[in-house]
């Protein structure tokens, strides 16, 4: 093998090293596949979505604490599912001509002329709750996979200046659900070894509940006044009229972010409230974080560097969502299935090729570092392998 051989072999084995990814790249990706699944209501795309989803988490993720939340959302997303069923049984869901169920119907005064409690109850109107809560439910799972993939703390040294000044209540709101998911273990292992696994309904729920929420709730309060005693959030010494200012490029660029995205992501939007509003918002957004930024004074120890393997991780959440969008002018039937004329939404193989690039960073992303890799095994004798021989002797 010639000297670029063993370059390339080089290159490939340090490239699948196990590590830890630029949190950043982990959430490109989320974001990509929430955006993919809120241009649908197709249930066999918004699963595959789910599948590449979990796919990933499963391949991916780290034994951390935060690794641990991402069952906390897939239990919301069935929550989710379930409630946004369940309101058309409760208010009513006569839109269609296929009636499943009629439950008598409680009368409402005049004031609220427009809603129905229980009545009858259609196919449509069931198909579409389904569709409705399994979009959200996708979005929300997509979302808890970037806090479930991604350090929340190492991504507070990747935000810009402009946003450190409200990094302790950005982190402390991240580390939430980790946190639950940390007490939750903790408290069960704890009634584990004291044996208090039976006993009353109300009794578990107040031993387990209570407990848990305190826990994360201290250490979300512990993790906040740590940040606060290293200088996290401080004010700054800038003027207030170059706080007024800034604040207020920022306030009316992110305005205009808000519309220009919604009207993006909503297909009967106007146009120009679309990609005009976005181009302007996110420049003057931009004008105030480079204002804001001037004026903070930071260092950081060992700052995480974008390589190859974060650039593909973030090029295929990006690649979904530019397929699901391509679709959408192509296509927009498959990804909409229509509610007037029940039968089996239709699939294509554009947009699902298009999803499936989601699971590359399964496949194509180094994985997480463990903590057996940071303490090396011992050889006989209880010494590391990686000792020198004069210093085993």
């Given at each position: 093998?010639?000297?670029?051989?063993?370059?390339?072999?080089?290159?490939?084995?340090g490239y699948?090293?196990?590590?830890?990814l630029h949190?950043?790249?982990?959430?490109?990706?989320?974001?990509?596949?929430?955006?993919?699944?809120?241009?649908?209501?197709?249930?066999?795309l918004?699963?595959?979505?789910?599948?590449v989803?979990?796919?990933?988490?499963?391949?991916?993720r780290?034994?951390?604490?935060?690794?641990l939340a991402?069952r906390?959302?897939?239990g919301?997303?069935?929550?989710?599912?379930?409630?946004?069923?369940?309101?058309?049984?409760?208010?009513?869901?006569?839109?269609?001509?296929?009636?499943?169920?009629?439950f008598?119907?409680?009368?409402?005064p005049?004031?609220?002329?427009g809603i129905?409690?229980?009545g009858?109850?259609?196919?449509?109107s069931?198909l579409?709750?389904?569709y409705?809560?399994?979009?959200l439910?996708t979005?929300?799972?997509?979302?808890?996979?970037?806090?479930a993939l991604?350090?929340?703390?190492?991504?507070?040294?990747?935000?810009?200046?402009?946003?450190?000044?409200?990094?302790t209540?950005?982190?402390?709101?991240?580390?939430?659900?980790?946190q639950?998911?940390?007490?939750?273990?903790?408290?069960?292992?704890?009634r584990?070894?004291?044996?208090?696994?039976?006993?009353?309904?109300?009794?578990?729920l107040?031993?387990?509940v209570?407990p848990?929420?305190?826990?994360?709730?201290?250490?979300?309060?512990?993790?906040?006044?740590?940040?606060?005693?290293?200088?996290?959030g401080?004010?700054?010494?800038?003027?207030r009229?170059?706080?007024f200012?800034?604040?207020?490029?920022?306030?009316?660029?992110?305005?205009?972010?808000?519309v220009?995205?919604?009207?993006?992501?909503?297909?009967?939007?106007?146009?120009?409230?679309?990609?005009?509003?976005l181009?302007?918002?996110?420049v003057?957004?931009?004008?105030?974080?480079?204002?804001?930024?001037?004026r903070?004074?930071?260092?950081?120890?060992?700052?995480?560097?974008?390589?190859?393997?974060?650039?593909?991780?973030?090029?295929s959440?990006v690649?979904?969502a530019?397929a699901?969008?391509a679709?959408?002018?192509v296509?927009?039937?498959?990804l909409?299935p229509?509610?007037?004329?029940?039968?089996?939404?239709?699939?294509?193989?554009?947009?699902?090729?298009?999803?499936?690039?989601?699971?590359?960073p399964?496949?194509?992303?180094?994985?997480p570092e463990?903590?057996?890799?940071?303490?090396?095994p011992?050889?006989?004798?209880?010494?590391?392998?990686?000792?020198p021989?004069?210093?085993?002797?």
């Amino acid at each position: 093998m010639g000297a670029p051989g063993r370059r390339a072999t080089a290159w490939a084995g340090g490239y699948f090293l196990p590590r830890d990814l630029h949190p950043g790249a982990w959430w490109i990706w989320t974001l990509g596949l929430a955006v993919a699944a809120s241009r649908t209501t197709n249930p066999w795309l918004l699963l595959t979505i789910l599948a590449v989803v979990c796919f990933v988490v499963i391949a991916r993720r780290s034994e951390a604490p935060w690794a641990l939340a991402f069952r906390i959302y897939f239990g919301l997303g069935v929550l989710i599912v379930v409630f946004r069923v369940g309101f058309r049984f409760v208010f009513g869901g006569a839109e269609g001509s296929t009636i499943l169920l009629t439950f008598p119907e409680i009368p409402l005064p005049a004031w609220a002329a427009g809603i129905r409690l229980f009545g009858a109850v259609s196919a449509e109107s069931l198909l579409g709750g389904l569709y409705d809560g399994l979009r959200l439910a996708t979005m929300v799972i997509c979302l808890g996979a970037g806090n479930a993939l991604a350090n929340p703390k190492r991504l507070l040294k990747a935000m810009p200046p402009a946003l450190y000044e409200v990094g302790t209540a950005v982190i402390v709101a991240l580390s939430v659900f980790p946190q639950l998911a940390e007490s939750a273990l903790r408290v069960r292992r704890a009634r584990r070894l004291r044996g208090g696994t039976t006993g009353k309904r109300m009794h578990v729920l107040r031993t387990i509940v209570i407990p848990v929420l305190e826990d994360a709730l201290d250490r979300s309060l512990h993790l906040a006044a740590s940040m606060d005693s290293r200088g996290y959030g401080r004010a700054g010494t800038a003027r207030r009229r170059a706080r007024f200012t800034t604040g207020l490029l920022m306030i009316v660029g992110l305005i205009g972010v808000c519309v220009g995205v919604y009207a993006t992501l909503d297909g009967t939007t106007p146009r120009f409230l679309a990609f005009p509003v976005l181009a302007s918002g996110t420049v003057v957004a931009m004008l105030g974080f480079r204002l804001a930024g001037r004026r903070v004074r930071r260092t950081r120890y060992r700052p995480d560097r974008w390589r190859p393997a974060e650039i593909v991780v973030a090029a295929s959440g990006v690649a979904v969502a530019a397929a699901m969008f391509a679709t959408s002018d192509v296509d927009p039937t498959n990804l909409n299935p229509s509610l007037t004329d029940l039968s089996w939404p239709l699939l294509s193989w554009t947009p699902l090729c298009g999803v499936l690039v989601g699971v590359l960073p399964a496949l194509l992303s180094p994985p997480p570092e463990t903590p057996h890799d940071h303490h090396p095994p011992a050889a006989a004798g209880g010494i590391p392998e990686n000792v020198p021989e004069r210093v085993r002797a």
